[in-house]
């Protein structure tokens, strides 16, 4: 299948145009990280989980929210601890005694965007429940298979490795994540500026809806027909290839890795106006979507390198495809 223009352009434009207006209403109120939130947009347009591993503090729960606002999202939050049931996520049944029968109560995974905090302090049986609606985008109780709601979308945060209550993400659950990163403290003159406008309400009172549900699923459709050449999608292979083969990496990346970098470089290329990927798209998206998905071997924390280390090392020595001719666009 070769390169194809899309048949209506100024829904295209539009589209894209939505898009970008959300992360400026997103800018507005988590100061200072453009990057992170551009990044956390490109993975809900490629249907994509975010993990952000960070101290409690610096606003991820700002974040949610003001994507919720700006995108017009039923949002939920369900604060982790050891005591939390996989029944709080999924659902149960009551027996409602006026009507002499059981009846469902949904649980707090029936919304658009879920935020789960300190993920990394449920049970094991709590995890699993998270599991499967994040990967099936549906849920299971007492026999009877329940969809949630399209989008649905997860930004889940987990404390760093060694805090206190806290336990190691099961391997096939991280995997589950499209991209992870860290939002970090603000820089200095972005925290002034949060210190002078504190008010009484909230920051996110002031994001402005932009689209809904509808849009965004029409967004993810442009996104799926965004053209990869066969050059670029072997450039791609061979990136997440050699992470299997590096001896910092005890176990490489797996090839959901592959398929989640494809869905990223596509939605990074629709973002940019564009209607095909570049292996710049490709080497951009790489780090996002692969750190969380290694695991560093004992040479490689004796030598104090980090798993994003060794996968700029990789992008550094993996020739690129040569540019072709290019495909011009509106």
Excluded at 122 to 131: F, G, I
Excluded at 139 to 147: D, F, I, K, L, Y
Excluded at 219 to 233: L, N
Excluded at 291 to 305: F, G
Aim: hydrophobic content about 40%.
């Amino acid at each position: 299948m070769g390169y194809t223009q899309p048949t209506d352009l100024k829904e295209y434009e539009r589209n894209v145009a939505l898009a970008k207006e959300v992360v400026r209403q997103v800018d507005r109120v988590v100061l200072g990280k453009p990057e992170e939130v551009r990044e956390v947009l490109l993975t809900f347009l490629a249907g994509g989980h975010v993990l952000l591993e960070d101290i409690p503090g610096v606003g991820k729960t700002t974040l949610a929210t003001a994507f919720s606002r700006a995108m017009q999202l039923e949002c939920r939050r369900v604060q982790f601890t050891p005591d939390v049931m996989p029944s709080d996520l999924t659902g149960f049944s009551v027996y409602r005694r006026e009507e002499e029968k059981f009846v469902y109560r949904k649980g707090s995974v029936f919304c658009n965007l879920l935020l789960a905090d300190e993920i990394n302090r449920a049970s094991p049986k709590t995890q699993s429940a998270l599991l499967e609606v994040m990967e099936e985008r549906k849920v299971s109780v007492e026999g009877v298979t329940r969809e949630v709601p399209d989008p649905f979308l997860v930004i889940a945060t987990q404390n760093p490795f060694g805090s206190a209550g806290t336990q190691l993400l099961p391997e096939s659950q991280v995997d589950r994540f499209m991209t992870a990163l860290s939002l970090g403290y603000p820089g200095a003159e972005e925290e002034l500026t949060m210190a002078m406008t504190v008010g009484e309400g909230s920051r996110t009172d002031t994001v402005a809806p932009v689209f809904g549900c509808a849009e965004l699923r029409a967004m993810r459709r442009q996104i799926h027909s965004v053209y990869m050449k066969d050059d670029v999608a072997r450039y791609l292979v061979d990136l997440v290839r050699q992470t299997r083969d590096n001896p910092y990496f005890e176990r490489g990346a797996s090839p959901r890795a592959t398929v989640a970098l494809v869905k990223m470089a596509k939605s990074a290329a629709w973002y940019d106006g564009r209607f095909y990927v570049t292996p710049r798209d490709v080497a951009m998206q790489f780090v996002y979507t692969t750190a969380h998905r290694v695991s560093l071997s004992e040479s490689a924390r004796m030598a104090n390198r980090t798993a994003s280390q060794v996968l700029f090392e990789i992008l550094e020595k993996t020739k690129r495809p040569a540019p072709r001719e290019k495909v011009q666009t509106p």
